[in-house]
């Protein structure tokens, strides 16, 4: 059973390139999520879906965009990848939202932007 | 607003060795918290969870009592083994924020032979 699914796992980009992350559930899972990770931060949400069709701001939005592709697909967007975007990024997913619905994570993917 | 602080690591400890790692937090409304594990490599997973005051959650050893009075999550485990090295997390979802999760920063902990 895949789980959550990331890729790449590594990138590196310049200043002002654009990139997609992509993250793929296998689970049947309504809701979806977008984190980062920083040193010394812990994990901040980005952007969430909570049914497929739907997209919400997390805590920390800018400099991204995020489109829920189908029920299994959640993609994240850079369109012009700054320094303080370097980062390590996990997706996860859930069967809903609250409490009772435990999140899933993908594995990461760290991307360094120079 | 919503935030999670636990201690600093990194810890290490010896096999066998009691372990606590605290964690409070600042919530508005009735949070529920959440202890997740981070292995190298992985992502995170649920270790476990409290939705209520006085709710204990316990999983492979692990425990943890929701404090409402000193808004506390203590993690504790009575004998650590060198498989529980790992970066845990304490996390608390705010329904009054639309459900979102705000975890602290993580700490660290290796255990010896």
């Known amino acids: 059973n895949a789980g959550v699914t990331q890729t790449p796992k590594f990138q590196v980009l310049k200043t002002g390139q654009s990139m997609t992350l992509q993250c793929a559930q296998d689970m049947n899972h309504n809701s979806m999520y977008w984190y980062r990770q920083d040193p010394g931060m812990g994990l901040r949400l980005i952007y969430y879906?909570?049914?497929?069709?739907?997209?919400d701001k997390g805590e920390v939005p800018n400099g991204y965009n995020v489109s829920r592709l189908n029920k299994r697909e959640f993609s994240l967007r850079l369109e012009s990848a700054a320094p303080s975007q370097t980062s390590v990024y996990f997706c996860a997913s859930s069967v809903g939202q609250g409490p009772t619905y435990e999140q899933y994570f993908g594995p990461g993917t760290r991307l360094t932007v120079t | 607003g919503n935030s999670v602080t636990q201690m600093e690591g990194p810890v290490t400890l010896s096999e066998e060795a009691f372990l606590t790692i605290n964690c409070t937090y600042t919530?508005?409304?009735?949070?529920?918290l959440f202890w997740y594990v981070q292995y190298p490599g992985e992502g995170l997973q649920l270790l476990l969870k409290?939705?209520?005051?006085?709710d204990k959650g316990s999983n492979k050893g692990f425990e943890a009592t929701y404090r409402k009075e000193t808004t506390s999550f203590h993690l504790e485990k009575g004998s650590v083994q060198v498989s529980d090295s790992a970066v845990y997390f304490c996390a608390l979802l705010s329904p009054n924020t639309g459900n979102q999760f705000y975890f602290g920063t993580g700490t660290s902990l290796t255990v010896i032979p």
């Open positions: 879906s909570a049914s497929e069709g739907t997209t």
């Open positions: 919530a508005t409304g009735y949070p529920s």
């Open positions: 409290a939705t209520k005051a006085d």
